[in-house]
């Protein structure tokens, strides 16, 4: 699924990053190692910024202080998964950014109704996968913060349910949860806009 996100290339944010990191006085084999192995995971660390904060030039700042942020304590990174352990360090700045920025968008209620549980198939998965671009981004933009993070992580970034898990912190049942969520709130509004375009 390709959706408009706008911004910066990629290779323009990865000369202004290795720019700023050429600042921080380190060795070069350090700064070699954390540039192999970070780096190819800039544009998912935007893309997830892109989609929690739904501010291009907010996004930027936030990916640029967690990449740093993220160098300076590469040294603490024991190997493993490299893109879970940014898009970790990238919501978390991106929750405290909010958290300073709009509080308010930060919680996400407890609504029964919405958080009951769907089958995820049938005519609401045609609508899904019939919208277009635009109604899909409307939608997701739409989305309380925690579940268009689940969404996003899930759908756009192709993060397992583990990887999320560990990425937002929360346990897999969560994931599971915030996922059948946003996307049974995803279908109605989808529905809702196809319902519309076909009465006008």
């Not at 970034?157 to 969560?174: F, K, M, N, Q, R």
Request: glycine share 8%; hydrophobic share 40%.
């Amino acid at each position: 699924m390709v959706l408009p996100g706008g911004g910066m290339r990629s290779d323009q944010r990865s000369i202004q990053s290795r720019a700023r990191i050429a600042q921080l006085k380190t060795p070069p084999v350090d700064r070699m190692a954390f540039e192999a192995s970070v780096l190819p995971h800039l544009d998912a660390a935007y893309n997830l910024a892109r989609w929690l904060l739904r501010n291009e030039d907010d996004a930027k700042d936030v990916v640029q202080d967690a990449y740093l942020k993220a160098f300076r304590f590469y040294d603490g990174f024991r190997g493993g998964n490299s893109r879970s352990w940014l898009l970790t360090i990238v919501r978390n700045a991106c929750y405290t950014w909010l958290r300073q920025a709009r509080p308010d968008e930060v919680t996400v209620p407890f609504d029964e109704d919405v958080h009951g549980r769907d089958s995820g198939g049938g005519p609401e998965a045609d609508v899904l996968r019939s919208a277009n671009a635009q109604s899909l981004q409307d939608a997701l933009e739409r989305l309380p913060i925690g579940l268009r993070e689940a969404i996003v992580l899930r759908e756009l970034e192709g993060l397992s349910y583990a990887e999320i898990a560990a990425v937002a912190d929360i346990p897999i049942g969560t994931v599971m949860s915030r996922l059948s969520r946003s996307r049974k709130r995803l279908r109605e509004f989808l529905s809702a806009c196809a319902g519309q375009e076909i009465s006008s």
